[in-house]
């Protein structure tokens, strides 16, 4: 069904580029079905620069169904690679556009550059957390001082400055962000957890008598946080995974017991609540981190001899619907057989004692797309059981992955105001 505001105004359009003798070729004459079909596949980086060809094909590209027919896309479908490389003077940025068939030939998987996104607030907060992704929105926690929030359009280079909240002392803070699907809102969560007696650290046994909590919520578009009260979980610091309106956590491991809980934040009614795990030998004893698979909730855990088993919540909520959905055997890709820089280990907040691979996601083809110790990524096929390096070029030593689906959308249009 053609876009008839679009049409009119690629119509005006036409007639001030004959007027100001501008150049067309075309493209905008097509039908809309065609031309939204082909834009809908380009990745996020061709599309920014298709606007800036001409005023005939910026209207194209600021047409509201195109915008939505692209945000539909999955990260399976076409996702873009964002690289945090953790710099101890100033972070940065990277992408690559990890699109199609580009990582199927080993050939031409070396042609596909890493390059830099650049951060307009970067002078007031070089170092930082990458909270989340969602529709095309970064958050970001000024990981200095638990204090500046940004949220930021990496492509349309379009940014918000949250307002800032009272500090504590001897303070720990957990974000998260997400979108309600059920009052269309994009909220960001921030735990915070206080330490009466300097018994702080996420990897230390806590006193509950010495711990106090508070619960923080900011609904883009508003002016100012709001106070949930206390919490009784102790969330562990790894970024929140968003399935099904809600953030989930593990828990951090309590003190003379085995195995990490799951938590979640239900971002509509505003509530935390636990979320039924596996019943698995290595979710009671080992440690394991939570993804999405195909848009389902998942587990990623390890077993013996670097083996990893990843399991399912077909059914989101019913303990009965978790299955076991791979195995992945154990595996070094070359980047993390090469010589490692022991300064640069010292200096990586993303290097974690044990935390060996992560699950990214599970692409079109099926296959699943891994982070090897903040290091290497590599491509793991179910069906015939072998993994493929993915190496590109201007890649960082050291990156936190996030799996991001761009959008050019300005922030405002996002939030209604």
Not at 261 to 276: G, K, Q, T, Y
Not at 369 to 389: Q, V
Request: net charge positive.
């Amino acid at each position: 069904m053609e876009s008839s505001d679009s049409l009119t105004k690629i119509k005006r359009s036409r007639t001030n580029q004959e007027e100001d003798d501008e150049p067309s070729n075309g493209f905008e004459t097509l039908p809309w079905e065609i031309i939204s079909d082909i834009l809908s596949k380009l990745p996020i980086s061709s599309l920014v620069q298709f606007k800036y060809v001409c005023r005939a094909w910026r209207l194209i590209g600021q047409d509201p169904n195109l915008l939505q027919l692209y945000g539909s896309r999955t990260a399976e479908e076409n996702p873009c690679l964002i690289f945090h490389f953790d710099s101890p003077i100033r972070n940065q940025l990277y992408f690559v556009d990890f699109h199609g068939d580009c990582y199927r030939d080993e050939k031409q998987s070396q042609v596909l550059v890493v390059r830099k996104i650049q951060t307009p607030f970067c002078s007031s907060m070089p170092e930082y957390d990458v909270v989340g992704s969602c529709n095309g929105l970064l958050c970001l926690s000024d990981s200095l001082y638990n204090d500046s929030l940004y949220i930021y359009n990496p492509f349309m280079r379009d940014y918000r400055e949250l307002p800032k909240t009272n500090r504590y002392p001897d303070q720990e803070v957990v974000f998260g962000f997400g979108f309600s699907p059920v009052t269309k809102e994009y909220k960001v969560v921030k735990v915070i957890y206080c330490y009466r007696d300097g018994n702080k650290g996420f990897f230390r046994h806590r006193s509950r008598s010495s711990t106090q909590s508070e619960v923080q919520v900011f609904t883009l578009g508003s002016s100012r946080w709001r106070s949930l009260g206390k919490v009784s979980h102790y969330l562990h610091h790894w970024p929140a995974v968003l399935v099904q309106g809600g953030l989930h956590w593990m828990t951090c491991r309590p003190r003379y017991r085995t195995g990490r809980n799951i938590v979640a934040f239900d971002l509509d009614a505003e509530e935390f609540r636990e979320v039924p795990k596996p019943d698995a030998f290595g979710l009671r004893r080992c440690d394991y981190h939570l993804a999405t698979v195909r848009g389902c909730l998942s587990a990623a855990f390890y077993i013996s001899y670097g083996k990893m088993e990843i399991w399912v919540m077909k059914e989101y909520g019913v303990k009965e619907s978790w299955v076991k959905e791979f195995v992945i055997g154990s595996y070094t890709p070359k980047a993390i057989k090469q010589e490692v820089n022991k300064y640069s280990i010292n200096v990586s907040k993303f290097f974690v004692k044990g935390r060996t691979v992560r699950v990214l996601c599970v692409l079109k083809s099926g296959e699943i797309l891994l982070e090897y110790k903040s290091r290497a990524l590599a491509l793991y096929n179910p069906k015939s059981g072998k993994f493929k390096d993915l190496a590109f070029q201007g890649m960082p030593n050291w990156f936190q992955t996030i799996v991001h689906v761009g959008s050019l959308n300005q922030i405002d249009t996002l939030i209604g105001t």
